[in-house]
């Protein structure tokens, strides 16, 4: 190999800075440390002898020649997916590892008794498990499936509906409120921070000025469930998530439009992988089975 000639992890590196536009951002996306990012860059301008980054204060921008290097590593990169993908699809065995991103209240709410299931049922089959607020991309196999409330599933997405997830205001259980809807704008409440700014029931409670009464900022639905039953404020949140705990009571019913549908979504490249469908079938079955703990129809009304 030419001594000037770049590998694909080189590549990738690239990639990863023209993509976060820091090295901070690039070492995050690639599971590295700042120092190893900035080595490796250093060590590949040096080597093609040319700039490919301008720096700054604020962040690393490409320069033309940086432009031209990305571009080339972003088409590997589609190639490269696109092929894994098709080996993947091709394969009929259920066995193997299949990697599932979701996010953690649905994994701690509901998720693991039915992957447990799904363990018992296909001994073969290893779960990689991606449980947080990153939104992984499965054009570029960073899961293999995702489990995701949301709307309707992205164009070049499989999308599975398997139910539907209603929303609520929780009270702890300890904790009385007299006097109807006049009383939620006085009480305090616990409410999603900046991290989570995007989610419906943190836009609901900007409409409303709930947010002006915050009395804690968190951003995990599980801690906000934890602040709610220690009655530190009031708490929307999923209720699936909300009637599953004795210390917390639902104020009033669901709240209307502010419901969700959870979706299951794969490429169309993995259709006919033999582990993708038997996990699409175990979920399918599994959150049948729970569509009242979901849709808000189980007990936990006020």
């Known amino acids: 190999m030419n001594e000037q000639s770049l590998a694909w992890d080189d590549y990738r590196f690239l990639l990863a800075i023209g993509r976060a536009g820091s090295l901070n951002g690039a070492a995050k996306r690639l599971g590295v440390s700042h120092p190893t990012v900035f080595r490796r860059i250093n060590a590949i301008e040096r080597r093609l002898g040319a700039r490919l980054f301008e720096r700054a204060r604020d962040g690393y921008t490409p320069t033309p020649a940086g432009d031209e290097v990305i571009a080339v590593a972003a088409e590997i990169e589609t190639r490269i997916g696109e092929t894994e993908r098709r080996l993947a699809g091709a394969d ?37 498990l991606y449980a947080d607020n990153a939104v992984r991309d499965l054009g570029r196999r960073e899961a293999d499936v995702a489990l995701r409330p ?25 904790l009385r409120l007299r ?27 900007r409409r409303q000025g709930y947010d002006q009464r915050a009395a804690l900022r968190a951003d995990s639905l599980l801690a906000l469930r934890e602040a709610a039953a220690s009655a530190i404020g009031l708490a929307v949140l999923p209720c699936y998530l909300g009637d599953a705990d004795r210390r917390l009571a639902r ?3 669901p709240i209307d439009g502010l419901g969700s549908d959870l979706w299951l979504l794969s490429h169309p490249d993995l259709r006919r992988n033999a582990r993708v469908r038997a996990f699409s079938d175990a979920m399918r079955e599994g959150f049948a089975g729970l569509r009242t703990r979901l849709d808000g129809a189980g007990d936990g009304a006020d």
């Open 92 to 128: 009929a065995r259920p066995s193997g590892r299949i990697r599932v991103t979701t996010v953690e209240p649905l994994l701690h709410g509901l998720l693991l008794p039915l992957l447990a299931k799904f363990r018992r049922d296909h001994p073969g089959i290893v779960i990689e």
């Open 150 to 174: 949301g709307g309707q599933p992205p164009e070049g997405l499989i999308g599975r509906r398997l139910a539907r997830i209603a929303v609520a205001v929780y009270r702890a259980r300890n």
């Open 251 to 253: 104020v009033g019913a």
């Open 179 to 205: 006097g109807g809807a006049e009383a939620l704008d006085r009480a305090d409440w616990v409410v999603p921070d900046g991290s989570l700014a995007h989610i419906a029931m943190a836009q609901w409670l």
